[in-house]
């Protein structure tokens, strides 16, 4: 026992170095922890920035279908690129009525549209604008 008390007598300061090297090691930890939750974070929300952007994007593509049929109302649709992404548009005609169908692409996220609409006489009524 005598010959314990030495060995810790000798090394006074081992148990405040235990103690900082545990503590550092928690502290990481925790600053790890966070750290991942925050990258989580920030991808949602470039997600979510994304999706509103294909949004836009699909907004636009509709309303230049809309401007292409006031001008030529044979107008069947193609392919847009805008703002960095893309849409297909088809323009499906019925008499007066139009539907316009829209899919835009922004890196991975999409958004479609599909509008009802009635042009006579170089003025558009809407009938319908959905979004998926």
Not at 5 to 23: D, K, P
Not at 108 to 128: E, G, P
């Amino acid at each position: 026992m005598l010959q314990s008390q030495s060995f810790f007598q000798n090394r006074s300061g081992f148990a405040a170095l235990f103690l900082v090297v545990v503590l550092g090691g928690v502290a990481l930890m925790i600053v790890v922890g966070v750290t991942v939750v925050g990258f989580g974070r920030i991808e949602r929300s470039l997600l979510h920035v994304r999706a509103d952007g294909a949004s836009t994007i699909a907004d636009g593509c509709v309303e230049e279908a809309l401007l292409r049929l006031r001008l030529d109302q044979s107008y069947q649709g193609g392919v847009l690129n805008l703002n960095g992404g893309s849409c297909i548009l088809s323009v499906e005609a019925n008499g007066d009525e139009y539907v316009i169908r829209t899919t835009s692409t922004l890196d991975v996220a999409q958004s479609t549209r599909t509008v009802r609409t009635v042009i006579l006489q170089n003025s558009i009524q809407l009938k319908q604008w959905s979004s998926l």
